[in-house]
């Protein structure tokens, strides 16, 4: 009981000096391969977004590939330096924060978090190629004034093998980027990262099990986020940070709290409902939080009219009843 009582001091002293007025209401913005224009964007103020995520992406031939390839003109242009900052401007243009957050796609798909290298002279070369990575969208993050600068994305094994060299990174981005920064850890990664007092937030990719139901009801969900929420705000507390989740979202199928980080092409039933019912219960359960400073759906794709629909089973929540979920709540915070 002791213990228990220090806990809920701590997370009473950190509310009173660290309360967060304005929630992060954010959407993850996909690179396309064409430019944005204002009907790109008007989709996300109609959802009362009040920021975006900018994915600019590296690529890497497999998991113990050193060599982070990136801003080439084979990539989509969203993808891109040039394509990044045109988002960005755009969406500035209409009052729109942002997250600027590169990303590994390893080929095949396989997972980031597995990533591991062969000897000490890959682990020298992932380590520059890396580093030549963030710091390229760290610059475009201080030159558009961004708000948010995530320095990586689900690299766990990256980050347990080479601490010392994470510890010199982020002083690295902070010599050339003034605003603030997360990490985006893995649902089952971020209680064993090693390096959040560096950082302003806790950032997490919640994509954390709650059910194993068909289609559960919402206090059923509720119910399975107790345990992890315990933990975020016990985190939050010792570490005097507060937690953003750096994504959130549930597949629009059946099973969607199951394993709510699936990303296969399976043909599981579409469930509208299920999705918009674990969408609101993360609304519920979090954004009322002192300790919790807002989140970013995974996923939203430009073009809107053409997103999403009441046959699609993936994440995004567009013209489903999940974007009308979304509507609401980011507009009450």
């Not at 989709?43 to 990136?70: C, E, W």
């Not at 003109?73 to 045109?86: D, H, I, L, N």
């Amino acid at each position: 009981m002791k213990r228990l009582g220090l806990l809920f001091l701590c997370l009473f002293q950190f509310s009173c000096k660290s309360q967060i007025e304005d929630k992060i209401n954010g959407v993850s913005f996909v690179g396309s391969p064409n430019k944005i224009t204002q009907s790109n964007v008007d989709p996300v103020l109609k959802v009362n977004a009040n920021y975006t995520a900018i994915m600019p992406f590296g690529f890497i031939r497999s998991l113990n590939s050193p060599k982070v390839v990136f801003n080439t003109e084979r990539q989509w242009f969203g993808e891109t330096r040039a394509g990044a900052k045109q988002y960005i401007q755009l969406l500035q243009k209409n009052g729109v924060k942002i997250m600027i957050k590169p990303q590994i796609w390893v080929w095949h798909g396989e997972f980031t978090g597995d990533m591991v290298m062969q000897s000490e002279k890959d682990w020298g070369i992932l380590e520059k190629s890396y580093l030549d990575f963030i710091l390229t969208y760290a610059e475009l993050a201080q030159e558009t004034n961004a708000e948010i600068y995530c320095i990586g994305t689900e690299l766990e094994e990256f980050v347990k093998n080479r601490p010392e060299y994470w510890q010199e990174l982020i002083l690295k981005v902070k010599n050339v980027y003034s605003g603030k920064l997360t990490y985006a850890a893995n649902w089952d990664e971020y209680t064993r990262t090693p390096f959040w007092e560096k950082l302003d937030f806790i950032g997490v990719d919640a994509y954390f099990p709650l059910n194993e139901k068909r289609t559960p009801t919402q206090k059923e969900m509720q119910a399975g986020w107790q345990r992890w929420k315990t933990k975020l705000a016990t985190l939050s507390a010792q570490k005097r940070t507060p937690v953003l989740f750096t994504e959130f979202g549930y597949r629009s199928m059946d099973y969607t709290a199951k394993k709510p980080w699936l990303v296969d092409r399976n043909e599981m039933t579409v469930n509208l409902n299920a999705q918009a019912d674990a969408t609101k219960v993360v609304f519920e359960e979090f954004w009322k939080e002192d300790w919790f400073a807002g989140g970013f759906i995974w996923k939203w794709f430009i073009n809107h009219e053409k997103s999403g629909g009441i046959e699609d089973n993936r994440f995004t929540p567009q013209n489903k009843p999940a974007e009308n979920v979304i509507r609401r709540y980011y507009g009450d915070y």
